[in-house]
């Protein structure tokens, strides 16, 4: 089980959903969007209930494992949903581009030909 500090409030969720959270919010950063996401918390008391958590380039999450007396939950369905959102993410945004080797033609810091008659 793990605690999420978010927004000033700390829940407690599964270890899995805490990690795909704060990898999805990295994703998210890494192409300058947000989004929100619905995840299953667990109160101190016992009860459930649905976090909306808008993450993105300027989340501030903070997840950390306890020993808790507060049951562990089924987290499939929210573990499915992060796995669709990332699918989504890298089929809109595609693989990141390949490194190029310093100094060859693909370098973009080495003027190409064709851009000599532009400056």
């Given at each position: ?27 998210l ?18 009860s ?36 669709r959102?990332?699918a ?31 400056l």
């Amino acid at each position: 089980m793990d605690q999420l500090h978010y927004a000033g409030g700390v829940y407690f969720t599964s270890t899995r959903i805490a990690k795909e959270l704060v990898e999805y919010a990295a994703a998210l950063a890494a192409v300058q969007q947000a989004g929100i996401v619905e995840i299953p918390v667990r109160h101190a008391d016992g009860s459930d209930n649905m976090l909306s958590v808008l993450v993105g380039p300027s989340s501030q999450i903070a997840t950390e494992t306890v020993t808790s007396e507060v049951p562990e939950f089924d987290d499939s369905e929210a573990l499915a949903t992060f796995q669709r959102l990332r699918a989504e993410l890298a089929e809109e945004h595609g693989a990141p581009e390949a490194l190029v080797e310093e100094g060859s033609s693909n370098d973009p810091r080495v003027p190409h030909p064709d851009w000599l008659d532009e400056l």
